[in-house]
């Protein structure tokens, strides 16, 4: 059984935002407006945020998502079972068993659980770039990065369907898919061959705030020498 | 077949004798390298379609997903050698134009008085007898027509030059930020009128002068994946990168080292590291004495002027760090100085002599020169766009291929108020912005999914390339492409300008482009990583394959992955021109420190009223060429959070003189004009200058646009941006 994480080198890390833009049109989430953004609702389940970071003059632009904690304190919160860790390590979040509660968006200490609260709008015209693989979030609900795991599912019948083996460049989320600077990898963090098991071990890798005690698979690789 | 031989035929018929050498060891190397690269796929899987981003001047290959024949999202392709399926947040954005709910929905004719917005739909063939008949009366007028549109090459472009030229009319462009803009002090140095090639990502050491690397440099995505790879890849060590930059940019806070320097004080300081390499002897001995020219007379120069204490004086850095600096640059093996695309002219020539001094043109990590020799000059829009703005001229018509004219911040301070002058306005863009509200006549275009392609990507080291597509999806409204639009006018216009223009669609001109190329017998259709660099090889040795297909098989591999690349570039091009000219010429360093000294107390005159010196800047959010983008707006003072408002950037004692901090609301107030801002305290910007976020304020755009309600040209009294001084009041 595969256990899915993501390494992201900040040394690379433009900061450009290419993936917030990848994740925003993969996941239909919604557009907004400036009375949006004044309010704090923006819809971002993959956000910059910046971040003092030891031996650096500016701060740092951190890519935060979910962080697909192997301890995750929000699906220790969930009353109902909406969210919990897969067997994949994929942190997953069911809508239809969501009661909008919002203990897990207090329990998470990155702030990446975001709660509808309006139903999302697209104006009409827009309706048909929705990506037809992925469900649109009602209002009171809490949504979140799902490591793009319609993708997983589409990759396994896939593979199914020719027969073999699910490869590592089968299974890539948006946001790694299309990152210019080439800055971020996904794959199976228990496969000691896999890309990401190797970047994971160097020296510079860390978690945020890992002292937390939450076991992220989202690992970050530090900037600078 | 062309009886002239050429350049690249010399090297054709060298190369297939020297096949066997470069096929050797050197050959193998290669090879070998290009096996570990991602091979990648050869095609595009069923369900996306290739098409050309159009945001700017880099011409991404772009993927368009296809669900039930509706377009769901734009990724990179991975066929395209410029991003090699990698893709800005811009060009994604782009799916979101084919959807924009405010598009225009055909061509329209203005019913009530100008600025008014009241329209009546019309057909095309009535929205053609306008223009056709509006043109044929300007013959006789004294008064040309002016054209203006985004820069771009190609046979799109030139089908409207064409067009437009046969009109009598004066046709402008608004500059993309490409190498072609860094020709005039690469030639200068050289003699070579080609686009310099930045090799970046083998580079060892990079001091940048202002350039945004992490952002829109010459060509985005080419520029982060170079970026990345110059930061970290295996078997090599971490490469340096030093930035010095008015502002601190996004690549400043990606730099080992950010020095805050206005772009005089940037020329100050390349000069006096220029000096201390000269003084010290650290340049690169083997080059400058092989290819000296006048380096002797400019070390004498440079010294002379460039004193380490002046220099440190004029530019507040200590001499140290200048000395530290130029040591360090000298010091690695391949180092590169860059610097913006809209660079001055002073600090492009010393830019090109401090790589000089350290040998990097023409070696791993340096500067090349193109491979063939760009198309002709153009004429920048800003000029007529000032004489329209002064009165000097009036067109008899004012055609705008797109809005950039209205949005670019370094031009007049109310382009639209300008425009009014001119006796009819034509608009061929696809939304009604502050432009076309005053137009008389709308003729909107497709947008770029539902285009034809032919455009010749922005010059950049992965080799020469036009982006080619067929359009992805039927137009969803009654638009059509300027090409055909102008076609169906010529031809009404008869004589001259039926003449220039022989096409009936822009499908036409990008066939016709096609032909070209195929006849060119070189390159071939975008492919995977391997493929291309297999091709290069061959190449290289002599070996031009690509003359094997037929022309229908040319054409249809051409579209169906996107486009055309040649990687051939001839990487002793600039040595062996330089020994055939005699070497390197500098341009006199002139009394630069006296000239930079004036400017920066220039207007210490206006302090106490307007204390801060104002500079103008876009990031990569906001510059994009269509506003109508919503999701943009939310990356805008990122990571800072502040979306979809301009932001305001000062220094931490300026912010605590004024006792605000960062996400403070300000009114920024000049001579010219106030708007307001938020604010974003940057500790290590110069006290004495604010750096204000273009981001352009379109009150009667599409309802995202609208939502911006002022912008930085407001703040413009006459004259130059780079001149304006500002204050700030707390609101």
């Known amino acids: 059984m595969p256990r899915w994480g993501l390494v992201i080198d900040l040394d690379r890390c433009t900061g450009c935002q290419a993936c917030v833009v990848a994740c925003k049109h993969e996941n239909n989430v919604p557009l907004s407006t400036s009375a949006v953004a004044a309010a704090g609702r923006l819809m971002t389940w993959m956000q910059l945020v910046p971040v003092e970071m030891p031996g650096r003059a500016a701060p740092t632009a951190l890519p935060l998502m979910c962080q697909h904690c192997d301890r995750p304190p929000c699906a220790d919160v969930c009353p109902t079972g909406a969210t919990y860790l897969n067997p994949e390590g994929i942190v997953a979040q069911i809508y239809p068993r969501c009661i909008g509660c919002r203990y897990c968006t207090n329990a998470c200490p990155y702030g990446v659980k975001l709660f509808n609260w309006t139903a999302p709008e697209w104006p009409e015209s827009m309706a048909g770039m929705q990506n037809p693989d992925v469900s649109l979030r009602p209002t009171g609900v809490v949504e979140k990065c799902t490591f793009c795991h319609h993708r997983l599912m589409q990759a396994r019948e896939q593979v199914a369907a020719e027969g073999r083996e699910l490869a590592a460049e089968d299974y890539v989320p948006a946001c790694v898919q299309t990152c210019p600077a080439e800055a971020m990898s996904f794959g199976d963090l228990d496969d000691p061959h896999s890309e990401v098991a190797s970047l994971a071990s160097s020296p510079r890798a860390f978690r945020w705030m890992e002292e937390l005690g939450t076991k992220p698979k989202v690992v970050y690789l530090r900037e600078g020498e | ?731």
């Open chain 2, 1 to 731: 077949m062309s009886a002239s031989f050429s350049r690249r035929d010399f090297f054709t018929y060298s190369g297939s004798v020297l096949a066997g050498i470069t096929l050797g060891e050197w050959g193998r190397r290669h090879l070998a390298r290009a096996d570990a690269l991602a091979s990648g796929p050869s095609r595009l899987p069923a369900e996306w379609a290739p098409s050309v981003c159009r945001d700017c001047a880099a011409a991404c290959g772009i993927r368009v997903r296809m669900v039930d024949g509706a377009p769901v999202k734009v990724e990179g392709n991975p066929l395209c050698p410029i991003g090699r399926g990698r893709l800005c947040a811009s060009g994604q954005a782009g799916i979101e134009a084919y959807y924009d709910p405010d598009r225009l929905i055909g061509p329209a004719k203005r019913t009530g008085a100008r600025g008014e917005n009241r329209w009546t739909a019309i057909t095309w063939d009535e929205a053609t007898a306008i223009l056709a008949s509006r043109l044929s009366g300007t013959r006789a007028t004294e008064r040309r027509p002016l054209a203006i549109g985004m820069e771009e090459r190609g046979p799109l472009a030139d089908g409207w030059t064409k067009f437009w030229t046969a009109c009598d009319a004066r046709v402008a462009w608004t500059p993309a930020q490409t190498s072609a803009r860094l020709r005039a002090g690469f030639l200068a140095l050289t003699g070579i009128d080609r686009e310099p090639l930045f090799d970046l990502e083998h580079a060892t050491y990079v001091l940048s002068f202002g350039a945004p690397i992490a952002e829109t440099w010459l060509s985005p995505v080419w520029a982060q994946r170079s970026f990345g790879r110059f930061r970290r890849q295996a078997g090599r060590s971490r490469g340096r990168l030093v930035q010095v930059d008015a502002r601190r940019s996004a690549t400043a806070r990606k730099a080992d080292e950010w020095l805050a320097l206005t772009p005089e004080q940037q020329v100050v300081l390349a000069y006096g590291l220029a000096a201390i390499i000269a003084r010290e002897s650290r340049g690169n001995r083997q080059f400058l004495d092989r290819f000296a020219g006048n380096h002797a007379e400019f070390e004498r120069d440079v010294v002379r002027t460039y004193l380490p204490d002046e220099v440190s004086a004029l530019t507040g850095i200590p001499v140290v760090t200048i000395l530290r600096l130029a040591r360090e640059l000298s010091a690695t093996t391949q180092p590169l100085v860059a610097v913006a695309a809209d660079a001055s002219r002073e600090l492009t020539d010393a830019v090109f002599a401090l790589n000089a001094l350290v040998g990097a043109y023409d070696r791993p990590g340096g500067i090349y020169a193109a491979a063939t020799a760009p198309p002709d000059g153009i004429e920048d829009a800003a000029g007529p766009i000032e004489a329209i703005a002064a009165g000097r001229i009036r067109p008899a018509v004012l055609a705008l291929r797109d809005g950039s004219a209205l949005r670019r911040s370094s031009l007049v301070e109310r382009p639209d108020a300008a425009f009014a002058s001119a006796d009819f306005i034509v608009s061929f863009s696809p939304y009604l912005d502050e432009t076309s509200t005053l137009a008389d006549l709308l003729l909107p275009a497709h947008t770029p999914i539902e285009s034809w392609h032919a455009v010749r990507a922005a010059a950049v080291p992965p080799g020469e390339a036009i982006a080619c597509a067929a359009p992805v999806v039927k137009p969803r409204l009654d638009t059509r492409d300027p090409a055909e639009t102008l076609a169906h006018v010529a031809r009404a216009l008869g004589g001259p300008a039926a003449a220039a223009c022989p096409w009936t669609t822009a499908e036409d001109l990008v066939i016709g482009e096609l032909e070209r190329v195929g006849q060119m017998r070189r390159g071939g259709a975008y492919t995977s990583a391997y493929e291309t660099e297999w091709l290069l090889q061959l190449e290289k040795g002599g070996w031009w394959t690509s003359g094997s297909q037929t022309p229908q098989a040319f054409r249809q591999a051409v579209l169906g992955a996107g486009g055309w690349v040649d990687p051939f570039f001839q990487d002793g091009e600039i040595r062996s021109t330089l020994d055939a000219r005699h070497g390197l010429t500098f341009s006199s360093p002139g009394a630069a420190p006296a000239i930079a000294a004036a400017a920066l107390h220039a207007s210490s005159s206006a302090g106490a009223q307007f204390p801060y010196r104002l500079l103008i800047f876009e990031t990569s959010a906001s510059r994009a060429a269509d506003p109508n983008l919503p999701v943009l707006y939310e990356l805008l003072g990122q990571p800072e959070g502040i979306p979809w408002q301009p932001w305001v950037e000062i220094a931490g004692e300026t912010a605590r003189s004024l006792g605000i901090d960062t996400g403070a609301k300000v009114k920024v107030v000049s001579p010219g004009g106030a708007m307001s801002a938020i604010v974003m305290v940057v500790h290590g910007m110069q006290p004495d200058v604010v750096a204000l976020a273009h981001v352009p304020a379109l009150p009667e755009g599409g309802r995202w646009a609208r939502e911006i309600r002022s912008d930085s040209r407001q703040l413009m009294a006459a004259g130059s941006a780079a001149a304006t001084r500002v204050r700030l009041e707390r609101v």
